[in-house]
């Protein structure tokens, strides 16, 4: 994975309305006017939003008439835990850190 692609995971994490989106979207499926009466925001903001949202594979977008579902990729939060985790675990191998040097 390249760096511009992990960015977009913490670029979509790093906005308050984001995350109170995801926290929503852990319920299951939601509809965007679901979304939007909920969050009390209006339709181009959630659309930015979830545009951020889906581009960082966290979540999922799918079509139904004039409507537009949302719902938590388990595959793109796997991997989202997975980048940080590695970003984030010392390395413990005394070869790695003497290359480092």
């Known amino acids: 994975m390249t760096n511009a692609e992990i960015a977009k995971i913490f670029k979509a994490l790093c ?9 929503l979207l852990v319920s299951g499926e939601k509809c965007a006017c679901s979304l939007l009466d909920e969050l009390n925001i209006c339709q ?4 930015h939003h979830m545009k951020i949202l889906c581009e960082s594979g966290m979540v ?4 139904e008439g004039k409507w537009t579902h949302y719902r938590i990729s388990s595959e793109g939060c796997k991997q989202a835990n997975h980048i940080l985790q590695s970003l984030t675990t010392e390395i413990q191998d005394p070869e790695y850190k003497e290359s480092c040097d």
């Not at 906005?15 to 926290?23: A, H, Q, T």
């Not at 999922?60 to 079509?63: E, N, P, Q, V």
């Open 15 to 23: 906005d308050e309305r984001r995350v109170e989106i995801l926290k």
């Open 44 to 47: 181009p903001t959630l659309s």
């Open 60 to 63: 999922t977008a799918r079509k």
